[in-house]
């Protein structure tokens, strides 16, 4: 079942919900628009898709976020279901375009993401919290296949930072969003203004 405040539960290629696995993306080079297969794969998955001309895998991860929903494809004029691609027997929906990589940060690799992304964190959990130290943050979107680094390097002002979620957390997450990918394979995305304890 999924959260009606996030979207529109006859959307099925829109939401991303409790897969338990792995879920991968893959990029078509010329666009640079990113898709995403919903549903969990294997690592062998990853390596061995039989790619369309033009197409590149572009990562491999856990998704964090208890139920996640794509409002609309990136370029749409209004929310609706998502653009779908077939892949060597999955289903990928164009979920995101990536812009411009903000330069002078050598600790992570920071871009500007055209998505229209919503997502639930489940009361009980505790999830990291990524502060920019400018009164905004980031909830993690995706952990590696393997655990990810707790001592990761951060630009200075930025701290991660371990919350209790009391009750469930709903994010919106703007658009463009503010994505940070860490070198152990950890993302997260904003920016928000959060005030959790």
Known sequence: MTHQALGNPDWADNWT?????????IIETATRNVWLCHSPV???????????????????????????????????EADGPLDTLDVDGLRFAFVARPG????????????????HHSMRYAAGRTI?????????????????????ATDRALPAGWSVRDVELAGDLLVEIPNP??????????????????ELK
Do not use: C, N
Not at 19 to 25: I, N, P
Not at 134 to 143: H, L, R, S, Y
């Open 17 to 25: 919900v409790d897969v338990g696995g792995l879920l991968m993306e």
């Open 42 to 76: 294997t690592i062998e998955q990853y390596h061995s898709l039989d790619l369309p001309a033009g197409f590149v895998t572009s990562g491999i991860g856990r998704a964090v976020a208890d139920e996640a929903y794509f409002r609309r494809s990136p370029g749409a």
């Open 100 to 115: 411009e990589r903000e330069a002078d940060i050598a600790e992570a690799m920071v871009l500007w993401v055209d998505k």
């Open 128 to 148: 990291p919290i990524l502060d920019f130290g400018d009164g905004t943050a980031a909830t993690p979107a995706f952990t590696p296949p393997s655990e990810p």
């Open 177 to 194: 969003a503010r994505v940070v990918f860490f070198p152990d394979g950890s993302g997260f995305h904003g920016p928000l203004r959060l």
